[in-house]
């Protein structure tokens, strides 16, 4: 097994997926698409994630780094490699598969508290979750769910958080976020925040407070996903 990690803006990381990764010895390379590099060769990996960026991915027509990433995930997705897409991982998979991405009518930052959906609490990437848990947030943007896709995780502020697609899992929410990456996160683009109501203090202390479990289901959820 050989990861393959897409990291699409520097100070946007993959946070505790590292972490779990080097602890349980999983062979991976972290791939910055954001430099403009020419990608690895896709089939010497048998799993790739997808982070966060603040761009949207409907810029994927217009911004050269992305238009490469969105053709090497359609290749992957044609080799039927398994890929987990956070946050815009997610929405740039949901428009590869032909859904939409919009923007969301309300900028989700901070906790949230998400629920299964009926599907979800029996879909094998979300075995040992609770029907209702929180989790930390950081968008604008939401997806449409693909055809064929099914919805998995719901919220109020945003209502698609995650679906599935075959062996494709594509999350809104940050479960590999801790306070300290929620800090940086917010000293990075405060200046994109301006008159949100929340300020840095209430960001980073809702993150530490769900931070434990958080990050126990972000285990559980990397298990079930190299399953």
């Given amino acids: 097994m050989k990861i393959l990690l897409i990291q699409n803006h520097a100070t946007e990381s993959f946070g505790y997926i590292e972490t779990f990764l080097t602890e349980h010895h999983y062979e991976f390379v972290c791939f910055k698409a954001?430099?403009?590099k020419k990608y690895p060769p896709i089939k010497q990996f048998s799993h790739?994630?997808?982070g966060g960026s603040p761009h949207s991915a409907n810029e994927a027509d217009s911004i050269l780094f992305l238009k490469k990433e969105w053709e090497y995930l359609s290749k992957a997705i044609k080799l039927k490699l398994p890929v987990f897409g956070l946050c815009f991982g997610a929405q740039i998979i949901a428009r590869i598969?032909?859904?939409k991405v919009q923007k969301n009518a309300l900028l989700e930052i901070g906790d949230s508290e998400l629920k299964l959906t009926l599907a979800g609490q029996s879909d094998p990437y979300f075995k040992g979750f609770p029907k209702k848990f929180h989790a930390f947030q950081w968008h604008g943007d939401t997806f449409d769910v693909p055809e064929n896709?099914?919805?998995l995780v719901e919220g109020k502020a945003c209502n698609n958080q995650a679906f599935r697609y075959?062996?494709?899992?594509?999350?809104q929410f940050h479960l590999e976020v801790d306070h300290i990456m929620a800090s940086q996160w917010y000293n990075h683009f405060k200046d994109d925040?301006?008159?949100?109501h929340k300020n840095a203090e209430q960001i980073v202390q809702e993150c530490?407070?769900?931070e434990k479990v958080q990050l126990q289901l972000c285990e559980i959820m990397?298990?079930?996903f190299f399953a």
């Fill in 34 to 36: 954001y430099e403009g």
């Fill in 48 to 50: 790739l994630m997808v």
């Fill in 97 to 99: 598969l032909g859904a």
């Fill in 149 to 151: 896709a099914e919805l």
């Fill in 166 to 171: 075959n062996n494709i899992l594509a999350v």
């Fill in 193 to 196: 925040m301006k008159g949100y």
């Fill in 208 to 210: 530490l407070a769900i």
């Fill in 222 to 224: 990397l298990n079930n």
